[in-house]
């Protein structure tokens, strides 16, 4: 059957001719030129195979790339030295009839020999490859960019096989840990080793999860150089499972710059809230002195009539228990005024989350005013609040914001003819409101609109910085809530909008 089919192998030679999609020439390597081409390839590049032969020997200088005629002379030398059936590969640049340069990945095996076994011609198959070679080309280009950019950033690259515990890094990654690119030992020992022991087991539970539920993962961590230097390490992974392996793939980089500056700024914020705390109380410390005097005068008053009472020897049960009682009472409020004080001018801002009374956050923020406002006739408002409504919150911040706003009425007020203050508690859902409004007629559009920037304020020079409302705003987002100038009211209204529950993940400010 086979000898039927192959027996016209001139047939068979120029039906395989026609069909194939490839240029197929011969190359004479005594002559340096191509002798025959296929049908197919002088489609492609546009010579006749009179043409190429018309070339002779200036061939190569006519038809290739100048930067690729040294590689093709030695792929001549290495033709003559082939054995039968071996096959040599290269990629050169070819240039058609008119002009343009094709890539072609070309396959040359031995197609005569002379009497000494010499090889005399080559059988080239030549395969355009410019559509390939223009994408590795691009490739190229954006892998130099991606790695320009990573090192501007100074990011590195990891690649980690979760089966076998393996790592692989760039150049980048061993500078970001402080470890020496030759290494002897295992890498995932060495970072093990490196590594703050509380960052490596949250680490390794966030791994997990991800594992689990197929998603990327963020983790922060500490390591420690070979000269003790503590830095901050910050990756992103991701983790990708195919023909059943696992690997995760990201890029880390040395964070311990930006989390000192979060921590000077941390720090130059809480110093600057406590100062705007310490300026509050120094504005109220008349009215505390009042608070404090008033109780201490019938302290004293108490005292001297039990005096009076042993020296005349007028001694009165009822009158001793009444004046008892009273110096217990206002020995009571005198405490409550100092611990408020005392908690006040504590700095609050990473205090746990507590459930408080409304009502509680109320009383004890007044405490620091009341007389202050009795004494310049101001009248204060208060509604009649469920002692059972409660608010998880951070209770001296929130009385922070209170205090505030109950500042700000006084200032804006005090030399009105009609005076007063109104705080006022409204429950919602799952939230709830505490409103404080005075008897100004309001704030006008245009300030309004800047009231909660930072530094802004229409207080004269030297009574106020500018930082209560925008501090205050801070707080009441990082409580999940919000503080609000109400609009078309007929007078003026802050509202506090504070979520009744907070959870774990809520913000600082």
Not at 164 to 173: A, G
Not at 469 to 494: D, P, V, W, Y
Request: charged share 25%; glycine share 6%; aromatic share 8%.
């Amino acid at each position: 059957m086979e000898k039927k089919y192959l027996a016209d192998s001139a047939n068979i030679f120029d039906k395989i001719n026609k069909a194939i999609s490839h240029a197929v020439y011969i190359f004479d390597l005594e002559k340096q030129m191509v002798v025959w081409s296929n049908e197919r390839g002088q489609e492609l590049y546009g010579y006749s195979n009179e043409q190429i032969r018309e070339m002779g020997t200036d061939y190569y200088a006519k038809v290739m790339h100048p930067d690729d005629i040294p590689l093709l002379y030695e792929a001549g030398l290495k033709s003559k030295t082939l054995k039968d059936g071996e096959v040599l590969v290269l990629e050169y640049r070819f240039k058609d009839s008119a002009g343009n340069y094709h890539w072609i990945n070309d396959r040359v095996t031995v197609f005569t020999r002379n009497e000494h076994g010499d090889a005399t011609a080559v059988l080239g198959v030549a395969t355009d490859v410019s559509e390939r070679k223009a994408y590795e080309d691009t490739l190229k280009k954006t892998i130099d960019k991606l790695n320009l950019s990573l090192s501007a950033a100074n990011l590195g690259t990891w690649e980690w096989n979760l089966d076998d515990n393996s790592l692989v890094w760039d150049e980048r990654m061993y500078k970001i840990h402080g470890i020496p690119a030759r290494l002897s030992s295992s890498l995932v020992q060495e970072v093990r080793s490196r590594t703050h022991p509380e960052d490596l087991e949250a680490n390794a539970a966030k791994i997990r999860e991800a594992m689990e539920k197929k998603q990327d993962f963020y983790l922060t961590y500490r390591v420690t150089y070979e000269n003790q230097e503590v830095h901050h390490i910050r990756c992103y992974g991701k983790i990708l499972s195919y023909s059943g392996t696992h690997r995760a793939y990201g890029v880390a980089w040395d964070s311990t710059e930006e989390v000192l500056t979060e921590r000077q700024i941390a720090e130059a914020r809480a110093k600057l809230i406590s100062s705007t705390k310490m300026a509050a109380l120094g504005e109220m410390s008349g009215g505390i002195a009042h608070e404090i005097n008033n109780p201490l005068t019938v302290i004293q008053a108490r005292a001297f009539q039990l005096s009076q009472m042993v020296e005349t020897n007028n001694i009165d049960p009822e009158k001793i228990k009444q004046a008892s009682e009273s110096i217990s009472r206002t020995a009571d409020k005198i405490a409550r005024i100092i611990k408020s004080l005392r908690s006040f001018a504590r700095e609050g801002t990473y205090d746990p989350f507590e459930v408080v009374p409304v009502k509680q956050i109320i009383e004890e923020t007044l405490e620091f005013c009341r007389t202050r406002f009795y004494n310049h006739g101001i009248e204060i408002e208060i509604p009649d609040i469920d002692p059972d409504l409660e608010v998880e919150c951070r209770l001296i911040q929130i009385e922070q914001v209170l205090l505030n706003l109950l500042n700000n009425s006084f200032d804006a007020i005090q030399h009105l003819e009609n005076k007063w203050i109104r705080v006022t508690v409204k429950e919602l859902v799952d939230a709830i409101e505490i409103s404080v409004t005075d008897s100004g007629k309001g704030i006008a559009d245009t300030i309004a609109e800047q009231i909660m920037l930072p530094f802004f304020t229409t207080k004269e020079v030297g009574k106020g910085t500018g930082l209560g409302l925008s501090i205050s705003s801070g707080i009441m987002r990082s409580h999940k809530g919000s503080l609000t100038l109400a609009q078309g009211t007929e007078n003026t209204t802050f509202v506090i909008h504070l979520p009744k529950w907070q959870n774990e993940e809520a913000l600082h400010y």
